[in-house]
């Protein structure tokens, strides 16, 4: 199951964290494994440790150093990580990109003001991604990760945007293939090789 931004707490809810004066409810065995895009945090009422201490399915929270929201309700990206924090150890990890704002965790493809007719933005944006992602890995070749890529300072905001989308990608379908699939090449990777893929644009936690 995944969700995003107040979507994102209805993951937890369904993975076990528990909310203040609400019951829990029974949930069907077939959910495996949640995704928290953007992870909600209320430090009001009961303790952090309280909440989501009940945590029972492994959880991937996807946030970045800029992941505020428009409204105002979460004024310091830090606090998205409290869920992974305070969740206890086993099968939990924690994706924490560089520049990502709240936009681009909603799903959105492109940057706001991308342009659309450069020719030479298009080349360098496949020159980026070609690089990235290992020289065509597809979306299970995880031993294939580990090609340099340009660091996010020498390369344009659009194409940044597409590196941050191809690490949460890439992540969120090695944690699935680990937890759904029971794929014990993507658990080795997430362990032992994707910090090393994800370079400097991101950081994977895990407990």
Do not use: C
């Not at 505020?68 to 990206?77: E, P, R």
């Amino acid at each position: 199951m995944t969700g995003f931004d107040l979507g994102a707490q209805t993951a937890m809810v369904v993975a076990g964290e528990h909310i203040e004066s609400v019951e829990p409810p029974e949930w069907p065995h077939a959910v495996k494994a949640v995704i928290a895009l953007s992870p909600y945090a209320d430090f009001s009422g009961m303790g952090m440790q309280t909440n989501f201490r009940p945590v029972r399915l492994p959880v991937l929270g996807v946030t970045s150093a800029e992941d505020t929201d428009a409204y105002g309700l979460v004024t310091s990206a830090m606090v998205r990580r409290a869920p992974f924090e305070y969740m206890p150890p086993g099968r939990k990890y924690m994706l924490v990109l560089v520049g990502a704002p709240h936009s681009l965790l909603s799903g959105r493809e492109t940057q706001p003001d991308e342009s659309t007719d450069g020719a030479r933005a298009g080349t360098e944006r496949g020159n980026a991604a070609e690089q990235r992602s290992g020289g065509g890995r597809g979306r299970r070749g995880f031993g294939g990760r580990g090609s340099e890529r340009p660091s996010p300072a020498s390369i344009s905001p659009a194409v940044n945007w597409r590196m941050e989308l191809a690490d949460a990608e890439g992540v969120t379908l090695a944690y699935l293939d680990a937890t759904v699939k029971d794929d014990a090449i993507a658990r080795e990777w997430l362990q032992k090789d994707a910090q090393r893929w994800l370079g400097d644009t991101a950081q994977l936690l895990a407990k």
